[in-house]
């Protein structure tokens, strides 16, 4: 049984940095895609970054140059550490993940949240200006 705990969010002023960890467990995929998402109140869930086995990033064109997505595959966790944060920023963040047959090339990997069939309950992020 998949699952991924999400740690590290909190209240921040524009311009400081979080970073969001995602412990994941129970996850036998050898190539697979991992993700950050956000769902802020009265909004869609949107895909802020993915990263795939291979190391292959997929960034949201608002975050780009500010958040890094990483994994440590020793300790089985996914990091999102977010920098200059903004108050646009604020949302509920959620890890997810995909496994992938292990035949699969992956160029990027999709920032659709359907497209992730494991989640993790989630960490609030709030960033006042």
């Known amino acids: 049984q998949v699952q991924l705990v999400e740690s590290g969010g909190g209240s921040v002023q524009s311009g400081g940095s979080l970073r969001l960890s995602c412990a994941a467990s129970?996850?036998?995929?050898?190539?697979?895609?991992m993700g950050w998402f956000r769902q802020a109140p009265g909004k869609e869930r949107e895909g802020v970054a993915t990263i795939s086995s291979d190391g292959i990033t997929n960034y949201a064109d608002s975050v780009k140059g500010r958040f890094t997505i990483s994994q440590d595959n020793a300790k089985n966790t996914l990091y999102l550490q977010m920098n200059s944060l903004k108050p646009e920023d604020t949302a509920m963040y959620y890890c997810?993940?995909?496994?992938?047959?292990?035949?699969?090339?992956?160029?990027?990997?999709?920032?659709?949240?359907?497209?992730?069939?494991?989640w993790g309950q989630g960490t609030q992020v709030t960033v006042s200006s």
């Open positions: 129970g996850y036998t995929y050898s190539t697979y895609c």
């Open positions: 997810a993940a995909e496994g992938l047959p292990s035949h699969t090339i992956v160029v990027a990997c999709s920032r659709r949240a359907y497209e992730y069939n494991y």
